[in-house]
């Protein structure tokens, strides 16, 4: 589904990612784990077309993808969810759902108003409010909820734990598993606990470079790993 191959990525004169490689198959839900600063935002930055790599490809649905402008991407079928979430706070929370309505590929099984409340209960009893009236928790909801309105065939999700209450992230990670078996998931986070309790396999990165990847329970039990790379 996703390639990322050798990817290198500079803002200004800073080398952010070293050659980074990674992939996200059907039916998967993938993290990319580390301390803030790793390189886990520009990362997806790049996949999305933010950041294009100055080296290296990356391949989503075997199409080359690098280098093509935002748009594109998320035309193409990526669906993303960035750290600052950006929803429109001015707009109801139904009103954020339809500017980003897109139709669904032919054999998708479409992202309409039902489902979505269905998936994000919620949001249904919000879906009058104004964006800027929601708490981080029901925001963040709302930003993958707007995100799956595009009927995308791969989320993106930057961060999606961060500043959320205890409870809201065991909300937010019941409705992670619960996608990935209609929609595969790259998620960036630095909450190595909750992402490695919800992901298949996981890669690490530090100072721009893949350190270690693996399954998530072996990366669950081992120490140094935990305490070199993911302990904050």
């Known amino acids: 589904m996703l390639k990322v191959d050798d990817i290198h990525v500079y803002y200004g004169d800073s080398y952010i990612l070293q050659g980074i490689s990674l992939s996200v198959g059907k039916g998967e839900i993938v993290a990319l784990l580390g301390r803030n600063g790793a390189g886990k935002t520009t990362s997806m930055r790049s996949i999305v077309g933010y950041n294009p790599p100055a080296r290296g490809t990356i391949h989503f649905q075997e199409a080359l993808i690098s280098g093509r ?16 979430r950006q929803i429109f706070p001015n707009l109801t929370v139904e009103e954020n759902l339809e500017v980003a309505t897109r139709p669904p590929q032919a054999s998708q099984m479409p992202w309409n108003f039902e489902r979505i409340f269905s998936t994000f209960p919620l949001l249904t009893r919000l879906r ?30 930057d961060e999606p734990c961060e500043g959320l209450a205890p409870v809201i992230v065991e909300s937010l990670g019941e409705i992670i598993v619960n996608l990935k078996s209609d929609i595969p998931i790259l998620m960036a986070e630095q909450n190595a606990h909750f992402a490695l309790g919800i992901a298949d396999r996981a890669y690490v990165i530090d100072k721009g470079l893949i350190r270690h990847q693996g399954d998530s329970c072996e990366i669950s039990n081992n120490e140094e790993i935990q305490d070199r790379y993911l302990a904050v």
């Open 69 to 84: 402008p935002v748009y594109a991407n998320i035309r193409s079928g990526i669906g993303y969810v960035p750290e600052e």
């Open 128 to 157: 009058h409010h104004l964006g800027g009236e929601l708490s981080g928790g029901e925001q963040q909801m709302l930003a993958i909820a707007r995100a799956l309105a595009g009927n995308p065939q791969l989320l993106l999700l």
